[in-house]
């Protein structure tokens, strides 16, 4: 929290988000990063779209973590780096630790779900087509976000707050 001190000079209070200032062209490198991931990810649900060889719930699940990846890159990049440019300014660190702690989970537990997902194929074998449905996949993705929801919604509450 900024302050002003009693002789006019101004201080910033240390607090749990603070971090040290940060070199300009480690937030030039994020914006950089943020860039070629966002433009990625919209490339992969691009080829995604116009794929048809993929069966439909591993292509739920490369969605997802596509999308998951893309609000990364739209989001929570651009947020710290604007962050360390200027730690005084209106985005609050909540914002960006919410952010990347819900999407970071999904995009990790997406990234569990199509590993097991690719295990069922290889073991079920014919079976695997009846046990991986659509609604199943649908069932296991909405779990992923509700759950992390859930379990931040402290920060998701102070984010829906702030913003």
């Given amino acids: 929290m900024p302050s002003i001190t009693g002789d006019g000079s101004f201080t910033v209070f ?4 603070s971090t040290p200032p ?3 062209s480690f937030s030039a490198v994020n914006i950089f990063l943020s860039i070629t991931a966002s ?3 919209v490339l992969i649900l691009i ?6 060889s993929i069966h439909p719930p591993t292509k739920l699940f490369f969605r997802c973590l596509a999308v998951s990846d893309l609000c990364v890159g739209l989001l ?7 962050f360390l440019l200027s730690p005084l300014i209106a985005v609050s660190m909540n914002v960006v630790n919410a952010l990347s702690l819900i999407l970071c989970g ?5 990234s569990t779900a199509i590993s097991v997902e690719r295990l069922l194929a290889l073991l079920l ?3 695997y087509r009846h046990v991986v449905t659509m609604k199943r996949a649908r069932v296991v ?5 509700l759950l992390l929801l859930w379990w931040k919604a402290d920060i998701t509450f102070k984010l829906a707050y702030i913003v």
């Fill in 14 to 17: 240390q607090n749990e988000f």
């Fill in 125 to 127: 074998g014919p079976r």
């Fill in 47 to 52: 080829a995604l779209h116009k794929v048809t």
């Fill in 141 to 145: 993705i909405i779990c992923f976000w």
């Fill in 76 to 82: 929570v990049q651009p947020f710290y780096a604007t």
């Fill in 39 to 41: 433009l990625g990810n």
């Fill in 106 to 110: 999904v995009s990790l537990l997406t």
């Fill in 22 to 24: 940060a070199h300009p």
